[in-house]
């Protein structure tokens, strides 16, 4: 039972365009949600988290919107660069699990000069 | 940003030999750290919670003799992949976690012949 959901396996975005990645949970214990940005052959990069009680967090050109009554979030990406090009993963946690993450499958993101 | 390495990057091994693999968090203390694994095109796998002065404790399926986790202090955890097998090779990843965010290693690859 895949408790976060990524659903789209790839995403193709034009330079200085908005990227939005989708991610979908289903367990309504999790309480913290964040999105790692990881290239083959290396260890995830954290990129930007969002509490619970909270349904926007922005940094940069990354924003992640949460809304909780859809379990639903998004990483919004603008403008768009070709070295975001990576897969990206939301993952989320609560805190009665120790803050063990649990990981969606991941979206390739190709970002087209 | 907190810093996570991990040493070896690169191992390769004659099966039936065991190899160990170090996380250190470098400007963070981490009471826990995590292993993970990645298969190729897959999403990142956990296979134990390392907490400092404490056994790890392993997720279903990881078997604990085969790979064995020491978590000696707030900065270092070590996996011990015992008599190694081609099966075994894969790319292994370990994170420390901070106050609400974990920060992920490089990844070691792991070759056996």
């Known amino acids: 039972d895949q408790q976060v959901k990524q659903n789209s396996p790839s995403l193709s975005v034009q330079e200085g365009r908005i990227s939005i990645l989708n991610c979908d949970y289903t367990?309504?214990?999790?309480?913290?949600f964040l999105w790692y940005k990881k290239y083959p052959a290396e260890g995830p990069t954290f990129l930007i988290s969002?509490?619970?009680?909270?349904d926007k967090n922005e940094d940069g050109r990354f924003t992640v919107f949460l809304n909780k009554s859809a379990k639903h979030l998004s990483l919004h990406i603008v403008p768009s660069q070709p070295g975001d090009s990576a897969v990206y993963f939301c993952?989320?946690?609560?805190?009665?699990?120790?803050?063990?993450?649990?990981f969606g499958s991941g979206t390739q993101l190709t970002v087209l000069p | 940003g907190a810093v996570v390495s991990q040493h070896p990057s690169r191992v390769i091994c004659k099966s039936g030999t065991s190899v160990k693999i170090e996380c250190r968090s470098l400007?963070?203390?981490?009471?826990?750290m995590f292993w993970y694994r990645q298969f190729p095109k897959q999403s990142l796998m956990l296979m134990a919670t390392?907490?400092?002065?404490?056994?790890?404790?392993?997720e279903q399926g990881v078997e604990k003799d085969k790979f064995l986790i020491n978590h000696a202090s707030l900065t270092l955890s070590t996996l011990t992949v015992t008599s190694a097998h081609p099966e075994d090779s894969s790319f292994y990843i370990c994170?420390?976690?901070?106050?609400?965010?974990?920060?992920f290693g490089p990844g070691t690859r792991l070759t056996v012949l």
């Open positions: 994170s420390a976690q901070g106050t609400d965010t974990q920060y």
């Open positions: 367990n309504s214990m999790f309480d913290y």
């Open positions: 969002i509490s619970s009680i909270k």
């Open positions: 993952a989320a946690s609560w805190s009665g699990s120790a803050r063990q993450l649990t």
């Open positions: 400007d963070f203390q981490a009471t826990t």
């Open positions: 390392s907490n400092e002065g404490s056994k790890a404790t392993y």
